[in-house]
């Protein structure tokens, strides 16, 4: 063999070798784009929360934050969650990951279809391995060849909402508010005078009234991420801003007394 042939020889071999390394470069990039996807879409509904399996399935179909992949919900599975901390339930995703590889010689392009599952508690995914890289968050399992798309029941639990105008009516309830008036009797005008939500579902918070021995009111409506607080100190009436680290569960809370609490901000 020439010298000529033998380089010709070794030329080809590398650029074969170098197509076939594209393509597997290609299918690995595709499947770590398809399981990536997934593990995305689990991180951006990570904070919210949930008292079921089909509440966290109907955020995952609300994302649609454009992932690489395309991603389709293919299974809901409810678990008995005794504790909080239980878990709820597992969600199952198809994900195709379609990937343009330029080769050498021709544009090729590779596909991969992943299904993956992963588990989720009321307070957000239940990571593999405690962790919150792409493997930790979902779990990869061979497709069934029957697979298809799921859709999440319906939502027909109430929402609660602080209705519109509600500062006002407080704040107006406690300056009229007479000497010796009890919570409840102040709770029941407030109700009285609230605007009906208008949205689906909706209804308004429930009031909750504290009077104190030396006559102080206290006011609040909502919850931890939309709480409106209102005092009466003295015969002043004024709207309360709490920190919102005391709103939240285990602390404070959005109940009538921290409006008349020190909330002077703890760092």
């Known amino acids: 063999m020439s010298r ?49 399996i089909d509440q966290w399935a109907r955020y995952a179909e609300n994302a649609n934050y454009g992932y690489a992949a395309q991603i389709t919900l293919v299974g809901i599975h409810p678990h008995e969650a005794a504790e909080l901390t239980d878990t709820l339930g597992t969600l199952e995703f198809r994900a195709v990951s379609h990937i343009e590889n330029m080769g050498l010689f021709a544009a090729q392009s590779q596909e991969y279809t992943g299904c993956y599952r992963v588990d989720f508690t009321r307070y957000g995914p239940e990571a593999t391995s405690g962790g919150w890289g792409d493997r930790d968050l979902v779990d990869e399992f ?10 999440p029941p319906e939502d027909t639990s109430t929402v609660y909402v602080i209705p519109d105008g509600a500062e006002q ?27 009906v939500p208008a949205g689906e579902r909706e209804a308004a ?22 709480c409106l607080l209102v005092q009466r100190v003295d015969g002043v009436v004024a709207t309360v801003s709490a920190p919102r680290v005391y709103l939240q569960p285990g602390e404070l809370g959005c109940r009538a007394g921290t409006a008349l609490a020190d909330l002077t901000p703890p760092h």
């Open 169 to 195: 009516v407080v704040s107006a309830a406690l300056a009229d508010a007479a000497a010796g008036a009890t919570a409840a009797g102040i709770a029941d005008g407030i109700r009285a005078q609230l605007a």
């Open 4 to 52: 000529a042939t033998s380089a010709m020889l070794v030329l080809l071999l590398a650029v074969t070798g170098a197509v076939l390394s594209g393509c597997a470069v290609a299918e690995s990039t595709a499947h770590s784009s398809s399981r990536g996807s997934v593990a995305q879409l689990v991180r951006d509904i990570a904070h919210r929360r949930a008292d079921d």
């Open 205 to 226: 918070f429930p009031v909750d009234v504290v009077v104190t021995a030396d006559g102080s009111i206290g006011v609040a409506m909502g919850d931890a991420d939309d």
């Open 142 to 151: 061979d497709c069934p060849d029957d697979v298809a798309a799921v859709a």
